[in-house]
């Protein structure tokens, strides 16, 4: 059990990673606001001009007005992202086009543009809209437009000016997303570009609650910095006396801990790494709050997770039965951008679900780790929105001080394949000499290209670096080039409708549930999907089941498979086949012919193989890393002699997760030169 020692913590000492002094930072009034579910407009409207930014909007406005760029700071809480796109609209600013407002996250964009649409008090879709992946909820009567950063970097390959677009709001700038930097230089440049060619110009602000400062502003030409106040209250940052060494069993620990003393109005919001984790512990704090002791208030547990249906994460924004908690437990998609009415208590577990990429080995590996100090200090500032709060850390306050400042930036830590094809597509014309706020390592840079090469996407002409035929329409897809390259290679294999279905269903979290209190029936009950040919037969087994059943939900229930997520799947699939129609490509079907299936997957993950050793080990071909198959796989007691894998996640040992049973033959026949070349490296 997790003891405990504190401090309190008030809004003016809690730290600023952010520095903004000297002539180039201009002070604005303070300012508050908070995404709800939707209530009345009377109500919505006193809410607006009952907040502090109301009285600056004056002279934020006056500010912005005159500024082509602008750095925003605004405190955790400060009402930046509901309020300002709303004032530069009434204000006449950028009116000659769209307001485009960027999030990291796909929850946070369409949360946002509800509450904004609610407040301008019209449709959502039409003055106010969205688009995330596989969802567009826009009309030409959009004016402020909330989207992912991914959506927008997409939209720029059309449209490399961006010209729909008067004024970007890249908003969370912190968080660093691979997505973010890449449109950070993207959205500079056509800045720059529509300036030289005389066109309206673009109006580009930088938002965020901590960055650093003097690193946005330098790389967007000295632009000048703005602060908000935020509107908070003391928060009480708990440490533990002692390390945890299971931080579930602690977070558990401390919510009932929590649950049993505090009144049942004050909820918690609980930072799991991931859905299964998320909906293990959901489960598990419902069959313990059954059978809490009389006179102890109910408890309603709730997850919050990216994949989950947007009817599902509005659930956590509104109020709990009367006497009765909310527990959220959620991912860090509820680090920024969202405010949930009601947390009284925050529970950090420090830890965070985070891939790290190594191009000399061409490991992508998904690990867990450490959250950095910046990570925290947003966890904690979900708490003291509305009332004096607390915040338990379940770590120590010694290994706090050892955390990173800041998280690395994930274009520094991930395989940048997905950002050169997508570079090429602009036609940027060294993209190599990319103009990256933290650039990438040259040896990363090198490895993408490389991947790109042997996937057939891009060829060496005239001493520069374009796209093949095949490229142009991989970077058709918002998906890996890999999975791009899946598709596109189906019709020689006479499969692109189950290859639809298995690339769809992988661009979801699992389809799949294990409850912790049925983990010895899961086997028997899934025996009638599984295929021996690996998971990605398996998962095509089972969608093809839920579609024969037309989505019983009580099937779902008794086969443990998430219906929500594969109702997403069905979503996400229809777009994938319309881009298919699009390009022209055939869209056939193999029907009981898997051979074909685990063919094309070969010829697409050649360069995510391993085989089967001597010893019994597993041994990726390229490199001779040693791995093992993941417990969740339906081979984890098989031993195939070759198999292809989609990642790798990396806890006490190496785990190749999403397995497909191969032919050696077939892959050194996807690419020939490429086994020749790892072959004679390995003699040598």
């Known amino acids: 059990m997790p003891q405990w020692g504190g401090k309190l913590l008030p809004p003016s000492k809690r730290p600023k990673l952010a520095s903004a002094t000297g002539p180039r930072r201009a002070m604005l009034p303070p300012a508050g606001a908070k995404c709800q579910p939707p209530l009345s407009s009377s109500v919505i409207e006193n809410q607006r001009r009952s907040l502090p930014i109301f009285q600056a909007q004056g002279a934020l406005l006056g500010q912005l007005r005159s500024l082509h760029c602008a750095v925003l700071i605004g405190e955790t809480g400060s009402g930046k992202t509901?309020?300002?796109?709303?004032?530069?609209?009434?204000?006449?600013?950028?009116?000659?086009?769209?307001?485009?407002?960027?999030?990291?996250?796909?929850?946070?964009?369409?949360?946002?543009?509800?509450?904004?649409?609610?407040?301008?008090?019209?449709?959502?879709?039409?003055?106010?809209?969205?688009?995330?992946?596989?969802?567009?909820?826009?009309?030409?009567?959009?004016?402020?437009?909330?989207?992912?950063?991914?959506?927008?970097?997409?939209?720029?390959?059309?449209?490399?000016?961006?010209?729909?677009?008067?004024?970007?709001?890249?908003?969370?700038?912190?968080?660093?997303?691979?997505h973010t930097d890449v449109l950070f230089g993207v959205v500079k440049a056509a800045q720059k570009k529509r300036k030289e060619l005389g066109k309206l110009p673009l109006k580009v602000i930088i938002m965020s609650a901590m960055m650093d400062v003097d690193l946005f502003s330098q790389y967007f030409?000295?632009?000048?910095?703005?602060?908000?106040?935020?509107?908070?209250?003391?928060?009480?940052?708990?440490?533990?006396?002692?390390?945890?060494?299971?931080?579930?069993?602690?977070?558990?620990?401390?919510?009932?801990?929590?649950?049993?003393?505090?009144?049942?109005?004050?909820?918690?919001?609980?930072?799991?790494?991931?859905?299964?984790?998320?909906?293990?512990?959901?489960?598990?704090?419902?069959?313990?709050?059954?059978?809490?002791?009389?006179?102890?208030?109910?408890?309603?547990?709730?997850?919050?997770?990216?994949?989950?249906?947007?009817?599902?994460?509005?659930?956590?924004?509104?109020?709990?039965?009367?006497?009765?908690?909310?527990?959220?437990?959620?991912?860090?998609?509820?680090?920024?951008?969202?405010?949930?009415?009601?947390?009284?208590?925050?529970?950090?577990?420090?830890?965070?679900?985070?891939?790290?990429?190594?191009?000399?080995?061409?490991?992508?590996?998904?690990?867990?780790?450490?959250?950095?100090?910046?990570?925290?200090?947003?966890?904690?500032?979900?708490?003291?929105?509305?009332?004096?709060?607390?915040?338990?850390?379940?770590?120590?306050?010694?290994?706090?001080?050892?955390?990173?400042?800041?998280?690395?930036?994930?274009?520094?830590?991930?395989?940048?394949?997905?950002?050169?094809?997508?570079?090429?597509?602009?036609?940027?014309?060294?993209?190599?000499?990319?103009?990256?706020?933290?650039?990438?390592?040259?040896?990363?840079?090198?490895?993408?290209?490389?991947?790109?090469?042997?996937?057939?996407?891009?060829?060496?002409?005239?001493?520069?670096?374009?796209?093949?035929?095949?490229?142009?329409?991989?970077?058709?897809?918002?998906?890996?080039?890999?999975?791009?390259?899946?598709?596109?290679?189906?019709?020689?294999?006479?499969?692109?409708?189950?290859?639809?279905?298995?690339?769809?269903?992988?661009?979801v979290d699992s389809v799949l549930y294990k409850p912790p209190s049925r983990r010895d029936e899961v086997q028997a009950i899934r025996k009638k999907f599984i295929s021996s040919e690996g998971d990605h037969v398996t998962l095509l087994n089972i969608c093809r089941a839920f579609k024969n059943i037309s989505g019983n939900r009580e099937w779902c229930k008794e086969n443990l498979v998430n219906s929500r997520n594969l109702m997403l799947v069905s979503d996400i699939r229809a777009q994938l086949r319309d881009i298919c129609i699009k390009l022209s490509i055939p869209l056939e079907s193999s029907r009981s012919d898997t051979g074909n299936i685990r063919r094309c997957l070969a010829y697409s993950l050649f360069m995510n193989m391993a085989e089967l050793q001597p010893d019994g080990t597993y041994a990726t071909t390229d490199t001779q890393q040693p791995v093992a198959i993941h417990p969740s796989s339906v081979l984890f007691h098989c031993k195939p002699a070759c198999v292809t894998y989609n990642e790798l996640l990396h806890t006490n040992k190496c785990y190749m997760r999403d397995l497909c049973v191969v032919d050696a033959d077939w892959l050194y026949n996807a690419a020939p030169e490429y086994f020749r070349c790892k072959l004679q490296a390995a003699k040598n």
């Not at 879709?125 to 009567?141: A, I, P, Q």
């Not at 004016?143 to 390959?157: D, P, Y």
């Not at 790494?273 to 909906?279: D, F, L, V």
């Not at 659930?315 to 009765?324: C, D, I, S």
Request: proline share 5%; net charge neutral; glycine share 4%.
């Open 221 to 507: 030409n000295g632009a000048p910095v703005l602060y908000l106040e935020g509107r908070q209250h003391p928060i009480q940052i708990f440490y533990t006396k002692q390390p945890q060494s299971d931080y579930l069993q602690a977070a558990l620990v401390t919510v009932f801990q929590i649950h049993q003393e505090a009144p049942s109005s004050q909820d918690i919001l609980v930072f799991l790494t991931g859905q299964e984790e998320i909906e293990a512990m959901t489960k598990t704090c419902c069959d313990i709050a059954k059978h809490l002791p009389d006179g102890c208030s109910q408890m309603v547990a709730m997850p919050l997770y990216a994949s989950l249906p947007y009817s599902q994460q509005l659930r956590v924004f509104q109020a709990a039965p009367k006497g009765y908690r909310k527990v959220i437990l959620s991912t860090n998609i509820a680090e920024t951008s969202i405010t949930i009415a009601g947390i009284k208590y925050v529970v950090d577990t420090g830890m965070v679900k985070a891939k790290k990429y190594n191009p000399e080995s061409s490991l992508e590996v998904l690990a867990l780790q450490r959250v950095s100090k910046s990570q925290a200090w947003q966890h904690s500032g979900r708490a003291g929105r509305e009332d004096s709060d607390l915040c338990y850390r379940l770590y120590t306050e010694d290994k706090f001080e050892k955390f990173d400042k800041m998280t690395v930036p994930e274009i520094q830590r991930c395989n940048l394949a997905s950002v050169m094809l997508h570079l090429l597509a602009l036609r940027i014309p060294n993209v190599l000499a990319f103009d990256f706020m933290s650039k990438p390592s040259p040896e990363a840079l090198q490895a993408a290209i490389e991947q790109l090469a042997l996937l057939g996407a891009v060829e060496r002409k005239d001493d520069q670096l374009i796209l093949t035929a095949l490229g142009r329409k991989m970077a058709a897809f918002p998906l890996e080039p890999k999975f791009s390259k899946t598709i596109l290679m189906a019709p020689k294999f006479h499969c692109t409708e189950e290859i639809l279905t298995i690339v769809s269903l992988l661009s």
């Open 82 to 178: 509901t309020q300002i796109p709303q004032y530069l609209y009434e204000g006449g600013i950028g009116r000659q086009g769209v307001v485009a407002v960027t999030q990291p996250r796909r929850v946070a964009a369409i949360s946002l543009a509800t509450r904004v649409s609610d407040e301008k008090k019209t449709e959502l879709g039409k003055l106010v809209g969205y688009t995330v992946r596989f969802e567009d909820l826009t009309s030409d009567e959009t004016k402020i437009k909330f989207l992912t950063n991914g959506m927008l970097l997409r939209e720029a390959i059309g449209d490399p000016l961006m010209h729909k677009y008067s004024v970007v709001i890249l908003d969370e700038a912190h968080e660093r997303t691979i």
